[in-house]
């Protein structure tokens, strides 16, 4: 009597559309930059600004790695050289952002405006530390999502406007960078903590038809199981006209979190390290259940904008720092030819396969 083995059909791993913060927030913002980051690819030169962002983030992962004790100011600063020749090592054309620049990173040298007119800012008090009580007032950004594939100012444009920053000294960003690590101290104590992750990729499948993901910058695990959710921003701390946007990003993270592990982050804290501020927020399930209804109604967007392809601008006052300006019909240039969608990755493969956003992307 002979056994025949049957071969078992492979499985297929799901394959889903994915979306981060940062590309959400893409979309919100201008459509057209959606598009040419996300489905044209066109590559970007991070900006200096952006990798000091990267570098005080690699510096405060590594900080943790050392024993509680050690968790001093001066031993962060120490980090920072050797994690900017980690960077260097990795990336070595950085290196060519740094020439004979000026001592003054904001100097204004060089840099040309956008013509107005411009809403008048919204000044606020700043204030040390800001806990915000219930939702942020009224799902403004939420609620942009909506309207995010119609543009909000008129033409017509004029000539394409580059704005050129200052190029700094690498002494003098590597010292910028040691300033904002510093500034971390004024708003926490490591030495009292013991992060539960760091820098970590997290994702979850909402509507059954999408991958939503990003990465954690800390997540902080109290004994009785309550979460907190940690990201660093080195930019400034929002006007209070603004608070909604930063939050959420973090509130991407809550949702992923939630309906990964069931449990909704007691806070979502942000840390400002240039203006040594703390701002934080306690969502409800409620809330995230109606953040989700948005991020699928946003993908929805997307999606139909895809299938049309038809990704309009959206001008405003951003549009003087973006890198792709000559492509943009709003200031006289042409996009390239709409390409074929990028087949989406399966859903458990995006950790192997290294899923970053450019460096500094989450930062303000």
């Known amino acids: 009597m002979t056994t025949e083995t049957v071969a078992a059909e492979p499985t297929e791993t799901p394959v889903y ?42 510096v405060l992962e590594r900080l943790f790695d050392l024993p509680a004790a050690e968790r001093t100011s001066a031993s962060a600063a120490g980090l920072v050289g050797p994690e900017w020749e980690r960077l260097v090592a990795d ?85 910028a960078a040691r300033v904002l690590v510093d500034g971390y ?82 806070v979502l804290r942000l840390l400002y390290l240039k203006d040594q501020e703390v701002l934080d927020y306690s969502p409800d399930a409620d809330e995230l259940a109606r953040f989700e209804r948005t991020i699928v109604a946003l993908w929805r967007a997307i999606d139909q904008a895809t299938q049309a392809k038809e990704f309009r601008p ?3 006052r951003l549009c003087g720092w973006c890198a792709h300006q000559a492509l943009c019909p709003a200031f006289g240039g042409t996009p390239p030819p709409f390409p074929d969608p990028p087949a989406p990755r399966p859903a458990d493969a995006l950790a192997a396969a290294g899923v970053v956003e450019p460096p500094g992307a989450d930062e303000e």
Do not use: N
Request: include cysteine; charge should be negative.
């Open 17 to 58: 559309p994915s979306l981060s913060p940062s590309r959400a927030a893409d979309f919100k913002t201008c459509p057209l930059l959606y598009r040419f980051r996300t489905i044209d690819r066109l590559p970007e030169r991070p900006s200096a600004d952006q990798l000091r962002g990267t570098l005080v983030h690699a």
């Open 91 to 175: 990336h070595p054309d950085l290196v060519e952002l740094f020439a004979d620049g000026v001592s003054d990173p904001d100097a204004p040298a060089g840099v040309e405006a956008l013509p107005g007119p411009w809403p008048a800012p919204v000044e606020v008090t700043p204030v040390e530390v800001v806990t915000v009580v219930g939702e942020p007032a009224p799902d403004a950004v939420e609620a942009a999502a909506m309207e995010a594939a119609a543009p909000t100012l008129p033409g017509p444009w004029p000539a394409p406007v580059v704005v050129e920053r200052p190029k700094w000294t690498l002494a003098d960003f590597l010292e």
């Open 185 to 266: 101290f004024a708003v926490e104590d490591p030495s009292r903590l013991e992060p539960a992750e760091r820098e970590s990729l997290i994702s979850a499948i909402v509507d059954d038809q999408l991958l939503i993901r990003g990465y954690i910058d800390r997540l902080d695990v109290s004994p009785e199981g309550a979460l907190r959710v940690v990201d660093y921003k080195t930019g400034g701390a929002p006007r209070e006209a603004f608070e909604a946007r930063a939050l959420f990003q973090l509130k991407f993270y809550a949702l992923v979190l939630w309906r990964t592990r069931g449990v909704v982050p007691r």
């Open 314 to 316: 959206k001008p405003s």
